[in-house]
């Protein structure tokens, strides 16, 4: 497939947590992050989180987390690869969807670690990279080229939002449109 589809996505969100986030040169990842969430709610597209060492990193931000619907399931975990989580592969193959929306926080090791994994378990990975965030500008951009060469569609925010409506047609346009003014 060459564009994303609502009934066959689902986001995987990894790590946007305080001290993560607080390292950051700037926020924007927050506001696209919630962005993302709010829309995939809005279009009932599931959302998986993912929690790195919540004890040491805190919690994901209120920014995002207050968008999250009732049901959204966190893992917390100590792996790089999300997937080697106990739990989070089951959890994604549960919902039978074949593409990933991937984004979050570290870009050059949790991101790219899941994203690989993903690809070897044989899913279309789509990264939207204005909600990806490295501390570091060079690794964020070598995470990004390698998760390219290894068969990733790199995104954004409103690429993922237009294709998943497809329409202005779509009855959630203004709504998800909103979103983005």
């Known amino acids: 497939m060459n564009k994303l589809s609502p009934q066959d996505s689902l986001v995987l969100m990894i790590d ?3 001290k993560l986030v607080g390292m950051l040169e700037k926020n924007i990842i927050v506001e696209k992050a919630s962005k993302l969430v709010k829309a995939a709610n809005i ?24 968008n999250l619907a009732e049901n959204t399931e966190t893992f917390e975990k100590v ?10 592969l089951e959890k994604i193959k ?15 090791i949790c991101v790219h670690q899941t994203c ?3 690809l070897e378990q044989g899913y279309e990975v789509y990264i ?12 964020f951009k070598q995470g990004i080229e390698i998760m390219r060469q290894n068969g990733a569609k790199i995104s954004c925010l409103e690429i993922a939002l237009f294709e998943w ?16 003014k």
């Open 16 to 18: 946007i947590q305080e």
């Open 79 to 88: 792996t790089f690869s999300a997937l080697d989580t106990e739990g989070v």
């Open 165 to 180: 409506l497809g329409s202005a047609k779509h009855p959630n346009f203004k709504e998800v449109q909103a979103l983005i």
């Open 116 to 118: 690989a994994a993903l």
């Open 128 to 139: 939207i990279k204005d909600a990806c965030a490295s501390r570091n500008k060079y690794e």
């Open 94 to 108: 549960s919902y039978g969807k074949k593409q990933i929306v991937l984004f979050g926080i570290e870009t050059h």
């Open 43 to 66: 279009l009932k597209i599931p959302v998986i989180v993912t929690e790195q060492y919540p004890k040491g990193l805190g919690a994901t931000v209120p920014e995002v987390s207050q």
